[in-house]
């Protein structure tokens, strides 16, 4: 397979180093809005201008896309996929079904592939949801993030005027974690789940009053959790915030039986180094699956939940069953 990866920040960076783990793939190059003399690959892969995407189309089997979610995946993967099969992260929960919706109709009338909202959380969490509900239907499920950085929640905060670099940490409640590991499956309000942490950089004689006011009141990203926000200098960013770690729970607390005498919990967890590597790993073995989806005639969009496990692997069935059933 021969990828390609649209927008080199961390998560651009992540793919590039994935693709290497990975003998069925080769990386095609990276396509960059910045001038490409300015953009110096890892790998030695080469830089292409964004601009100049669609002249390679005949040569790209898999275009993955590494923007951010509050404004350049909402138009680059629609836009994208009337001439590539398509990967992204759209992370935006609540903005999924109309994402899904604009990318499948683009897929559709172009007879593409495409797979949207690919990683840990929306990706590897929802699939494990799907599996618990369906094993456990009697019970409820809870998600808890962190404590570890959010790419998107970072991003948004970095598009506020005013901010020249951000990092947003999500911190799960201790005792609510403790409640539902306890199987007492407690009625939790978002709130009661989590808090947010920002640590800001904003630029000289900026507003500091009106960026805290503007993360607090951010509808879908912060209005919803209680939300501190700390200044600090581009220095201590550096020294303190330049790792990118992440992690969390999905646990599923519920019940079977004639009289639901036997209590069962699920639990499915993650410990990340870092988000982007992470995440970035999860989008190229979907790159596998749009590519083997295509070959086998399917347009139009996907998510995680609509693949096998096969789908997602280089091994055959035969090697598959050997070795992991």
């Known amino acids: 397979m021969k990828i390609a990866i649209y927008g080199y920040g961390n998560l651009g960076r992540g793919v590039e180093c994935a693709i290497q783990n990975n003998k069925d793939m080769e990386l095609f190059g990276v396509f960059s809005r910045r001038d490409p003399k300015n953009v110096k690959t890892l790998t030695g892969a080469p830089v292409y201008p964004a601009s100049d995407v669609l002249s390679y189309k005949e040569e790209i089997n898999v275009m993955i896309i590494c923007g951010g979610s509050a404004t350049d995946l909402p138009r680059q993967t629609p836009e994208l996929a009337k001439y590539f099969n398509v990967v992204d992260s759209f992370d935006t929960h609540a903005d999924i079904p109309k994402h899904f919706a604009a990318v499948d109709k683009s897929a559709k009338e172009s007879s593409h592939t495409a797979i949207i909202s690919c990683g840990w959380d929306p990706g590897m969490f929802s699939i494990n949801r799907v599996y618990m509900e369906s094993i456990l239907p009697d019970g409820s499920t809870y998600t808890f993030w962190g404590k570890g950085v959010s790419q998107g929640h970072s991003d948004a905060v970095r598009r506020i005027p005013g901010v020249l670099d951000a990092r947003q940490y999500t911190v799960p ?99 990340l180094d870092s988000n982007p590597q992470f995440t970035s790993s999860v989008l190229v073995c979907c790159a596998r699956a749009i590519w083997k989806k295509s070959g086998q005639g399917v347009t139009g969009c996907l998510t995680m939940l609509d693949l096998a496990p096969a789908d997602l692997s280089p091994m055959s069935g035969e090697e598959l069953r050997a070795h992991c059933l």
Not at 203 to 226: H, L, R, S, V
């Open 173 to 271: 409640v201790p005792e609510a974690v403790e409640r539902v590991r306890n199987g007492e499956n407690p009625e939790l309000t978002t709130r009661m789940k989590h808090t947010m942490e920002c640590f800001v950089v904003a630029e000289e004689g900026a507003d500091k009053a009106a960026i805290e006011q503007a993360i607090k009141t951010m509808p879908k990203y912060f209005d919803e959790y209680d939300t501190t926000v700390t200044f600090i200098s581009m220095e201590e960013m550096k020294e303190k915030h330049s790792a990118l770690p992440h992690g969390g729970s999905v646990i599923r607390s519920g019940r079977t039986g004639l009289e639901k005498e036997c209590g069962h919990t699920i639990e499915y967890s993650l410990k």
